[in-house]
Structures are given as C-alpha cells and as structure tokens.
C-alpha cells in the first residue's frame, strides 16, 4: 500500500479524538506517529498514541531543534521523521518499549517483561520496589547501562560498568553543540543511578563474559587511565561526530560501541550499517550471535 494512501487512512480513523484533558492530537503529531506504525517500529499496542503525543510535546521536538544545529547553514538537515527513525522513536529494538515508559506503573519483578500483572503473584507496585536496590545488585563489568534521559541531541544515553562497582561515561552538557571538554568520568554505580533515576534505566549483558570484561578493560583504558587506577589521566571532548574511529572527541554510545568493537573483533556489526551517528537505544541491535545482548531488567 502506498504510504501517503495509508497514512491518510490512519489519520481518518483517529483525527479529531482528544486526549487526557482536551489535549487535542495535532496532525503532525498523527503523521509522525502514523509514519513509526508503517515502518514497523511502533507496536501499537504497547506504545499509544497519546503517549507518544506527549513524548513528542515534551522530549522530541525539543531534542530534534538541538540536534540540527550540527548542521552547517549550506548543509540541508534531516526532517524530523528521520530523526525519528534514526533515533528508532526512543524505542528499544527488542522489546518495543519506550525509553520514556512512566516509570509510575505496576512491574513485575519475577517477569521484567511483564505487561499486564494483574494475575501474577510477584508483582509489586513502583512505589514499593526499591530500583536502586535491585539495580545495585544485579550490575556486573561490562554490562551496557542505557538511560532515557536524553542528551545532545540523540534519544537516550548510554554508558558502560567497567567493573562491578564503577561506571565509566562520557556525560554530555549544556554546551555539547560546541564541544565539551574533559567530559569523560567514572562514578560509582550508585552515583550513576541517582543522577538517571528519574528515568527508566536499561540493563544488557553480553553472554560472553570473557568479551564483557575485554570490553570493561578496553574502556578503562582508552577512555580513563592507560595504566588502570583511579586518577583519570585521559581527557576526551563530548562532541557528535560522524568519526567511529577515532576516541576524542567521544559521546555516550559510541564509547560503549567502540569497547566492545575494538576489543573483540567480529562480536558487533559494521557500526556504518544503521548511520554515521550511534543512538543509544539503537545498540542492542549491533551485537551478532552468538553475542547478542541479554536484556537483564529496567530500574
């Protein structure tokens, strides 16, 4: 079916419905949500439209104006349905949820995949599960830590445990448009937390430990101390580039990316393959077997 014939179906079936309290659904909104259903990225079914409605109100459209700034003046930008895809919606690839799920819901600790707990006994409201609990007990080096708490420009942000008590990240900041200098830290993992907590946060592991580690230790020393230790000696400039060679300048996913990349050849695919940008949500999709990553829990 031609898109245009069905996004215009679309459209006919829900324009003019309101939502929450008489927020109204524009038909720009309809369009680009429409455009996600087409392309297979958004399941319906676990991400509404109002949701999503609300998520483009208050995180895409602001996040996408400062992501075209890295564009030159005589450079045509990408529309924001691009950006959309790019960004795969702030969707995870794997599960079709959305980095930006309310964090206020009933979660299944038995089953993290869980939608609808009414009949199982193990679960437990939000307000009674401790995340930081859970988060700080299940963390192991070289597990892939991706928060929806957007930065420069991208959905989303990523960083990597380089042992089981340290996180290593390349944070980003209000200047990151320019650049921003010795923007590489480790902090603990409960520090790591509280700064993220306000969002779902994401853990995946890579089956083979052996890799993991490689990847924990490829970091630590590309990207903090070349002799290992606590004193950061290297310093890296927060910049988006299209460069995936290269560790300076560096962002939050193509630190994870590069770790497991460089450290064990053949486990990721070519990193050109999904755009010159790495989004952080879009990472679980690089890895091949047998190293696809394990979704380990959301806290």
């Known amino acids: 079916m031609n898109i245009n014939v069905l996004l215009l179906t679309l459209l006919i079936v829900v324009k003019g419905q309101t939502f929450g309290q008489n927020a109204t659904i524009s038909d720009e909104t309809l369009n680009a949500y429409n455009f996600g ?3 297979g990225i958004i399941d319906p079914n676990k ?5 999503f409605a609300q998520h483009d109100r208050d995180v895409f459209r602001k996040t996408y104006q400062d992501y075209i700034t890295l564009y030159n003046e005589q450079d045509e ?3 924001y349905h691009e950006w959309l895809v790019m960004n795969n919606y702030g969707i995870m690839p794997d599960t079709q949820e959305s980095l930006f799920k309310d964090k206020n819901i009933a979660r299944c600790i038995g089953c993290d995949d869980c939608d609808s707990c009414e009949d199982c006994e193990s679960c437990e409201s939000e307000e009674n599960t401790d995340y930081k609990k859970l988060f700080l007990q299940v963390v192991k080096t070289g597990d892939i830590l991706i928060s929806g708490k ?3 420009g991208l ?3 990523a960083a990597l445990m380089v042992s089981d008590y340290w996180v290593l990240e390349m944070r980003g900041g209000s200047r990151w448009k320019k650049g921003i200098k010795n923007n590489n830290r480790q902090l603990s993992k409960k520090d790591w937390y509280d700064k993220n907590k306000s969002e779902w946060t994401t853990v995946y592991r890579c089956p083979d430990k052996k890799a993991a580690e490689r990847a924990a230790l490829w ?3 590309n990207y903090f101390n070349p002799r290992g230790g606590q004193e950061k000696t290297i310093r890296i400039t927060y910049k988006i580039t299209a460069d995936f060679e290269c560790t300076n300048p560096s962002y939050s996913s193509k630190l ?3 770790s497991y990349y460089f450290s064990t050849p053949g486990i990721i695919r070519d990193p050109s393959e999904y755009g010159e940008i790495i989004v952080p949500n879009a990472i679980p999709a690089y890895f091949l077997d047998p190293y696809k990553l394990r979704k380990i829990g959301k806290y």
């Open 256 to 258: 994870v990316l590069q």
């Open 77 to 79: 930008p990408i529309s």
């Open 47 to 51: 991400y509404s439209l109002e949701l």
């Open 219 to 221: 970091a630590d020393r």
């Open 155 to 157: 959905i989303g942000h």
């Open 37 to 39: 259903v087409y392309r």
């Open 150 to 152: 957007s930065r420069g």
